[in-house]
C-alpha cells in the first residue's frame, strides 16, 4: 500500500472512529437529552419537548435515520421520567433495564408542539409530583387549587388558557398547581382522579364541579379565604386601631372623592398575600368622613408601620394591583437578621446545650440578598429564630458545615443537630420544612461523624445515604423525617448528602441511592421495603426486637435437626445480594409476627453468605429457599418447599396452615344437620371454596378462632365445591361466609334457623361475637 493509500485509509478511519465516539457519548441518555444527571422531571419534559419538535421525523422527511433517531431520544425520555426506571438505569445503564420494548412508539409532531407539558413554562403554575405533594401540600393548611390533567385529553387543553388566567390573576392569593396524571399517574390515583381535567381545592380536598370560566373559578377560590378586610369607621376605630396589640404594620385604602381606592376584591387579596405580616384595612370617607379627616386623607392608600397609623406618617402606595401592592409592602419590612462570626458561634453553642429555641438560617454569597418572598418568614415562623449568614465573609463557617450551594437554608434544631433543605424557596415550603424539621431527631452527618459516634456507637444509628439529584430520595426523606418523629425507641436518625459526602459514600460502599441501613452496635441492617414511614417504623421494630430466629450451624442442629415431633419450623435460605431474598425479607418478618400466639411454629431463616457450609449441607443451590419441616417427622430430611406464585405474609401462612394440626371440623352433607343444625351447641362455621383466593387467606385467621373458642362453640368448615346442597339449604352465595348458629332450644326464633353471617374475617371480632352469643356447651356432636 504506497503513502497516499494509507494516508486516506488512515483518514477514513479516524473519521469513522470519531462518529463512533460521539455516537456511544450521545447514546447516554442524559446527553440524548441535554440534561444533568440532576435534572428534575420538569427539567426533562421540557428537554424533550424542545428536542422532540426539532428532531420528530415529520419534519426531517428527506433523513432517512430521522425514525430511528427520534426512537432513541423517546427511549431515554420515558426511561428518565420513570423514578424506577431511572434509578435501575443510574445503577447499570441500559442493560439493566428489563423493559427493551419502552419508547418504541411516540406521537405526531402537531401533539408535542401543541399538547405536551401543557404548564411546564408557566411561573405562577407549581407543578407538582409525588415527590414535593405531601411536605408542600398535604403537610400545610395553605390553600391550594390543583388542576389534574393528562395529555392526551382535549378537555384539559381547552381548560388550560384559562386556568392560566386564574393563575395570574390569584398568584400570591392562593397556591394554583398542575399535576400531568401522564407523568405521575400514581399520585392521581392516590388523590383519587378519575377524570380529566379534576380541578381539587385543599385543604379541604374538595372536588370542584361548576364552570370554568375565568371569572366564576377566581370567584370560587376567593370564597376559600380565611382573612378580612378590616372596614374601619368611627365606632370601631379605637377597638381595632389605636389598641390593636398584634405589633402588624397596617395598610388602610381610603375611598373618597377626587381619586381611586382599592376595589374590594384587591383588598382582599392583599390581605391574603400579607395574611400574619400585615393588617389591611378599608375607610369610606363618604360615610366616616371625620376619621379621614383626622388621618389627612380623602382617597388612595397608605402603609403605616406598627403602631404607628396617625396623621402624616403614611406611606402612600401608587399601584391598585394587589400583586404590585405585596412587593411594595414587603419592601418596606424588615429582612432576617444578618449574623456575624460571633453571634453565629454563639448560638451553635446555646442549641447544643439546649439554651435556645430553634433558628432557621440562609446562606448566600454576599449582601445585597433582597428576595422579598423571604421577608414573609419572621411572621409565618414565630417560634424560629430567623438569621443570615454570608458564606463570603464567613467562608469557614459554610465551609465546615458543607455548604456547597448558595442560597440555601438550614434548621439548626434544639437538640443541637442541624438539617439542610433541598425544596423551593418559597416562604410557604420553607415554613413548612422549619416546622416539620425542628420537632424531629434527624441530622445531616458528615465524614467526622463516621465512624465513631455513628457506627462504632452504642445506641443504633439509622442512615440515609442520599443524593438530592434522585427523585426518589427525595420522595423518601419527608417520610424518613415523620418516621424520625413517630419512632418512640432509642434510635438516632441522620442523613448523608453522597454529591457534598462522595468519599464518605464510597468508603461505606454505597452504589446506588437512597440507601438507608441502620447500624446497631457496629452490624449495618440496610432497608429495603416501601418508602413510607409505617413501613420504616416497621423495619426498625424487627429488626430491634427480631421475630424471626437467625440459625448458625448449632442453633440449626437444636431448632430443626432435632426439633420436637409435634414442632413445625419454617426456614428461609437466603443470600443478602439477592433482591428475590430483599423483597421476602419483611414479609417473612410479618409471618413471624402473625404466628407468633401460634403453638408449635417457628418461624427461622439461615443467612447463606455468613453460613455457606450449612446451606451446601441441606443442598440449598438458590435464593430464596423456603422450607416447611412439619411435625411428625424428625432431622432435616423431611421437608416441603415452597413454590408458590405469592410470596406475601398472608399466603405464606395459608400455606403454613396446611400442615398445622386442625380444630376445625369438616362437615358434609350427611351429617351436617343433625350435628350443626339440629345440635343443642353453638357452631361457627367457614363456607368456602378451594378456587377462591380470600378463603385461603382467612383459614388461618378461622384456625385461630376454632382454637380459641375450644369449650365455647364448635367449629367447622365446608367446601361448597364439594357438598353444594349444604350451602344451598343454608343460602350461602359469597365466600368466605361465616355463619354463627346458636344451638336448638324450644324458644329460638324460626327466622334464625340457619343463623347469623358474621360481617367479618378478622379472628379477635368472630372471637368476641360468638363467646357474647354462644350458648354454655353440652356433650361433642362429632
Same mark, same amino acid.
Given at each position: 500500500? @504506497?503513502?497516499?493509500?494509507?494516508?486516506?485509509?488512515?483518514?477514513?478511519?479516524?473519521?469513522?472512529?470519531? &462518529?463512533?465516539?460521539?455516537?456511544?457519548?450521545?447514546?447516554?441518555? $442524559?446527553?440524548? %437529552?441535554?440534561?444533568?444527571?440532576?435534572?428534575?422531571?420538569?427539567?426533562?419534559?421540557?428537554?424533550? +419537548?424542545?428536542?422532540?419538535?426539532?428532531?420528530?421525523?415529520?419534519?426531517?422527511?428527506?433523513?432517512?435515520?430521522?425514525?430511528?433517531?427520534?426512537?432513541?431520544?423517546?427511549?431515554?425520555?420515558?426511561?428518565?421520567?420513570?423514578?424506577?426506571?431511572?434509578?435501575?438505569?443510574?445503577?447499570?445503564?441500559?442493560?439493566?433495564?428489563?423493559?427493551?420494548?419502552?419508547?418504541?412508539?411516540?406521537?405526531?409532531?402537531?401533539?408535542?408542539? @401543541?399538547?405536551?407539558?401543557?404548564?411546564?413554562?408557566?411561573?405562577?403554575?407549581? /407543578? =407538582?409530583?409525588?415527590?414535593?405533594?405531601?411536605?408542600?401540600?398535604?403537610?400545610?393548611?395553605?390553600?391550594?387549587?390543583?388542576?389534574? #390533567?393528562? /395529555?392526551?385529553?382535549?378537555?384539559?387543553?381547552?381548560?388550560?388558557?384559562?386556568?392560566?388566567?386564574?393563575?395570574?390573576?390569584?398568584?400570591?392569593?392562593?397556591?394554583?398547581?398542575?399535576?400531568?396524571?401522564?407523568?405521575?399517574?400514581?399520585?392521581?390515583?392516590?388523590?383519587?382522579?378519575?377524570?380529566?381535567?379534576?380541578?381539587?381545592?385543599?385543604?379541604?380536598?374538595?372536588?370542584?364541579?361548576?364552570?370554568?370560566? /375565568?371569572?366564576?373559578?377566581?370567584?370560587?377560590?376567593?370564597?376559600?379565604?380565611?382573612?378580612?378586610?378590616?372596614?374601619?369607621?368611627?365606632?370601631? #376605630?379605637?377597638?381595632?386601631?389605636?389598641?390593636?396589640?398584634?405589633?402588624?404594620?397596617?395598610?388602610?385604602? !381610603?375611598?373618597?372623592?377626587?381619586?381611586?381606592?382599592?376595589?374590594?376584591?384587591?383588598?382582599?387579596?392583599?390581605?391574603?398575600? %400579607?395574611?400574619?405580616?400585615?393588617?389591611?384595612?378599608?375607610?369610606?370617607?363618604?360615610?366616616?368622613?371625620?376619621?379621614?379627616?383626622?388621618?389627612?386623607?380623602?382617597?388612595?392608600?397608605?402603609?403605616?408601620?406598627?403602631?404607628?397609623?396617625?396623621?402624616?406618617?403614611?406611606?402612600?402606595?401608587?399601584?391598585?394591583?394587589?400583586?404590585?401592592?405585596?412587593?411594595?409592602?414587603?419592601?418596606? =419590612?424588615?429582612?432576617?437578621?444578618?449574623?456575624?462570626?460571633?453571634?453565629?458561634?454563639?448560638?451553635?453553642?446555646?442549641?447544643?446545650?439546649?439554651?435556645?429555641?430553634?433558628?432557621?438560617?440562609?446562606?448566600?454569597?454576599?449582601?445585597?440578598?433582597?428576595?422579598?418572598? %423571604?421577608?414573609?418568614?419572621?411572621?409565618?415562623?414565630?417560634?424560629?429564630?430567623?438569621?443570615? &449568614?454570608?458564606?463570603?465573609?464567613?467562608?469557614?463557617?459554610?465551609?465546615?458545615?458543607?455548604?456547597?450551594?448558595?442560597?440555601?437554608?438550614?434548621?439548626?434544631?434544639?437538640?443541637?443537630?442541624?438539617?439542610?433543605?433541598?425544596?423551593?424557596?418559597?416562604?410557604?415550603?420553607?415554613?413548612?420544612?422549619?416546622?416539620?424539621?425542628?420537632?424531629?431527631?434527624?441530622?445531616?452527618?458528615?465524614?467526622?461523624?463516621?465512624?465513631?459516634?455513628?457506627?462504632?456507637?452504642?445506641?443504633?444509628?439509622?442512615?440515609?445515604?442520599?443524593?438530592?439529584?434522585?427523585?426518589?430520595?427525595?420522595? =423518601?426523606?419527608?417520610?424518613?423525617?415523620?418516621?424520625?418523629?413517630?419512632?418512640?425507641?432509642?434510635?438516632?436518625?441522620?442523613?448523608?448528602?453522597?454529591?457534598?459526602?462522595?468519599?464518605?459514600?464510597?468508603?461505606?460502599?454505597?452504589?446506588?441511592? *437512597?440507601?438507608?441501613?441502620?447500624?446497631?452496635?457496629?452490624? *449495618?441492617?440496610?432497608?429495603?421495603?416501601?418508602?413510607?414511614?409505617?413501613?420504616?417504623?416497621?423495619?426498625?421494630?424487627?429488626?430491634?426486637?427480631?421475630?424471626?430466629?437467625?440459625?448458625?450451624?448449632?442453633?440449626?442442629?437444636?431448632?430443626?435437626?432435632? +426439633?420436637? &415431633?409435634?414442632?413445625?419450623?419454617?426456614?428461609?435460605?437466603?443470600?443478602?445480594?439477592?433482591?428475590?431474598?430483599?423483597?421476602?425479607?419483611?414479609?417473612?418478618?410479618?409471618?413471624?409476627?402473625?404466628?407468633?400466639?401460634?403453638?408449635?411454629?417457628?418461624?427461622?431463616?439461615?443467612?447463606?453468605?455468613?453460613?455457606?457450609? =450449612?446451606?451446601?449441607?441441606?443442598?440449598?443451590?438458590? $435464593?430464596?429457599?423456603?422450607?416447611?419441616? *412439619?411435625?411428625?417427622?424428625?432431622?432435616?430430611?423431611?421437608?416441603?418447599?415452597?413454590?408458590?406464585?405469592?410470596?406475601?405474609?398472608?399466603?405464606?401462612?395459608?400455606?403454613?396452615?396446611?400442615?398445622?394440626?386442625? +380444630?376445625?371440623?369438616?362437615?358434609?352433607?350427611?351429617?351436617?344437620?343433625?350435628?350443626?343444625?339440629?345440635?343443642?351447641?353453638?357452631?361457627?362455621?367457614?363456607?368456602?371454596?378451594?378456587?377462591?383466593?380470600?378463603?385461603?387467606?382467612?383459614?388461618?385467621?378461622?384456625?385461630?378462632?376454632?382454637?380459641?373458642?375450644?369449650?365455647?362453640?364448635?367449629?367447622?368448615?365446608?367446601?361448597?365445591?364439594?357438598?353444594?346442597?349444604?350451602?344451598?339449604?343454608?343460602?350461602?352465595?359469597?365466600?368466605?361466609?361465616?355463619? !354463627?348458629?346458636?344451638?336448638?332450644?324450644?324458644?329460638?326464633?324460626?327466622?334464625?334457623? $340457619?343463623?347469623?353471617?358474621?360481617?367479618?374475617?378478622?379472628?379477635?371480632?368472630?372471637?368476641?361475637?360468638?363467646?357474647?352469643?354462644?350458648?354454655?356447651?353440652?356433650?361433642?356432636?362429632?
Amino acid at each position: 500500500m @504506497d503513502v497516499s493509500a494509507l494516508c486516506a485509509w488512515l483518514q477514513v478511519w479516524l473519521v469513522a472512529s470519531l &462518529v463512533c465516539v460521539n455516537l456511544v457519548i450521545a447514546e447516554d441518555f $442524559y446527553d440524548l %437529552l441535554g440534561v444533568g444527571r440532576s435534572a428534575n422531571t420538569k427539567e426533562i419534559r421540557k428537554a424533550f +419537548k424542545k428536542i422532540a419538535v426539532k428532531a420528530h421525523p415529520d419534519k426531517n422527511v428527506d433523513d432517512p435515520k430521522a425514525h430511528e433517531k427520534f426512537l432513541r431520544i423517546n427511549r431515554a425520555y420515558e426511561v428518565l421520567k420513570d423514578d424506577d426506571l431511572r434509578k435501575k438505569y443510574d445503577l447499570h445503564g441500559e442493560e439493566g433495564l428489563e423493559d427493551k420494548q419502552q419508547g418504541r412508539h411516540y406521537e405526531s409532531w402537531q401533539w408535542y408542539q @401543541d399538547n405536551f407539558g401543557i404548564y411546564d413554562e408557566d411561573p405562577e403554575i407549581i /407543578t =407538582l409530583s409525588r415527590t414535593d405533594f405531601e411536605q408542600s401540600v398535604e403537610g400545610t393548611d395553605d390553600i391550594w387549587f390543583i388542576n389534574y #390533567y393528562s /395529555t392526551h385529553c382535549s378537555h384539559c387543553h381547552d381548560l388550560a388558557p384559562t386556568w392560566r388566567e386564574v393563575a395570574r390573576q390569584l398568584e400570591g392569593v392562593i397556591r394554583i398547581g398542575a399535576v400531568n396524571c401522564e407523568d405521575d399517574w400514581q399520585l392521581c390515583r392516590m388523590q383519587g382522579v378519575r377524570s380529566y381535567p379534576s380541578l381539587i381545592m385543599y385543604p379541604q380536598r374538595e372536588n370542584y364541579h361548576g364552570d370554568r370560566s /375565568t371569572k366564576v373559578l377566581v370567584k370560587y377560590a376567593m370564597q376559600q379565604l380565611r382573612v378580612r378586610v378590616v372596614e374601619l369607621w368611627d365606632g370601631n #376605630y379605637r377597638t381595632e386601631v389605636d389598641e390593636d396589640e398584634s405589633g402588624l404594620p397596617w395598610v388602610i385604602t !381610603f375611598c373618597g372623592d377626587g381619586g381611586d381606592c382599592l376595589e374590594e376584591k384587591n383588598s382582599l387579596k392583599l390581605a391574603a398575600m %400579607l395574611e400574619e405580616l400585615v393588617r389591611v384595612g378599608s375607610i369610606n370617607c363618604h360615610t366616616s368622613a371625620d376619621l379621614c379627616g383626622m388621618l389627612d386623607h380623602e382617597y388612595g392608600t397608605y402603609f403605616y408601620g406598627a403602631n404607628n397609623v396617625d396623621i402624616g406618617q403614611g406611606l402612600e402606595l401608587t399601584s391598585l394591583v394587589a400583586q404590585e401592592l405585596a412587593r411594595d409592602i414587603l419592601s418596606q =419590612l424588615p429582612d432576617v437578621t444578618p449574623l456575624d462570626e460571633k453571634t453565629f458561634k454563639e448560638i451553635r453553642g446555646k442549641l447544643e446545650t439546649g439554651q435556645d429555641k430553634a433558628w432557621l438560617i440562609h446562606f448566600v454569597d454576599g449582601e445585597g440578598h433582597q428576595d422579598l418572598e %423571604l421577608r414573609k418568614l419572621p411572621a409565618m415562623l414565630a417560634d424560629f429564630h430567623i438569621g443570615r &449568614v454570608n458564606c463570603e465573609v464567613m467562608r469557614d463557617a459554610c465551609s465546615n458545615l458543607h455548604i456547597v450551594k448558595r442560597p440555601t437554608f438550614m434548621v439548626f434544631k434544639e437538640s443541637g443537630g442541624s438539617e439542610m433543605y433541598y425544596g423551593r424557596l418559597t416562604a410557604h415550603d420553607l415554613a413548612a420544612f422549619a416546622r416539620d424539621s425542628a420537632d424531629t431527631k434527624l441530622e445531616a452527618l458528615s465524614p467526622r461523624d463516621f465512624p465513631q459516634r455513628v457506627v462504632l456507637s452504642q445506641d443504633p444509628w439509622f442512615v440515609d445515604f442520599f443524593a438530592p439529584w434522585c427523585p426518589p430520595c427525595m420522595k =423518601l426523606l419527608p417520610e424518613f423525617r415523620k418516621a424520625a418523629k413517630s419512632f418512640s425507641e432509642t434510635v438516632n436518625f441522620g442523613t448523608v448528602d453522597c454529591t457534598v459526602h462522595s468519599q464518605l459514600c464510597n468508603n461505606y460502599n454505597i452504589r446506588s441511592y *437512597p440507601t438507608t441501613i441502620l447500624y446497631n452496635q457496629s452490624m *449495618p441492617h440496610q432497608y429495603h421495603g416501601h418508602h413510607s414511614a409505617d413501613s420504616i417504623v416497621e423495619f426498625l421494630q424487627d429488626t430491634l426486637n427480631p421475630p424471626v430466629m437467625r440459625l448458625n450451624q448449632e442453633q440449626f442442629r437444636e431448632h430443626v435437626a432435632q +426439633k420436637k &415431633v409435634e414442632e413445625v419450623v419454617l426456614v428461609d435460605f437466603f443470600a443478602p445480594w439477592c433482591g428475590p431474598c430483599q423483597q421476602l425479607a419483611p414479609e417473612w418478618r410479618r409471618l413471624a409476627k402473625m404466628v407468633k400466639n401460634v403453638n408449635n411454629i417457628k418461624v427461622a431463616q439461615v443467612d447463606c453468605v455468613e453460613h455457606q457450609g =450449612l446451606c451446601q449441607q441441606e443442598s440449598i443451590t438458590s $435464593y430464596p429457599t423456603v422450607r416447611l419441616y *412439619p411435625s411428625g417427622a424428625s432431622g432435616s430430611g423431611s421437608f416441603h418447599m415452597y413454590n408458590g406464585f405469592h410470596r406475601d405474609a398472608n399466603s405464606l401462612r395459608a400455606w403454613a396452615y396446611e400442615f398445622l394440626p386442625s +380444630k376445625v371440623s369438616v362437615l358434609r352433607q350427611y351429617n351436617f344437620r343433625q350435628v350443626v343444625l339440629e345440635s343443642s351447641d353453638s357452631w361457627i362455621v367457614d363456607f368456602y371454596t378451594p378456587w377462591c383466593g380470600h378463603c385461603q387467606v382467612f383459614k388461618p385467621e378461622f384456625e385461630k378462632v376454632a382454637e380459641q373458642l375450644e369449650g365455647v362453640a364448635h367449629a367447622g368448615k365446608v367446601d361448597c365445591d364439594s357438598e353444594p346442597w349444604i350451602c344451598q339449604e343454608v343460602g350461602v352465595q359469597a365466600y368466605p361466609t361465616v355463619r !354463627f348458629f346458636q344451638g336448638t332450644d324450644s324458644s329460638r326464633n324460626a327466622q334464625h334457623a $340457619y343463623g347469623w353471617d358474621i360481617q367479618s374475617q378478622n379472628a379477635d371480632e368472630i372471637i368476641t361475637f360468638v363467646k357474647q352469643n354462644a350458648r354454655k356447651m353440652g356433650h361433642d356432636e362429632l
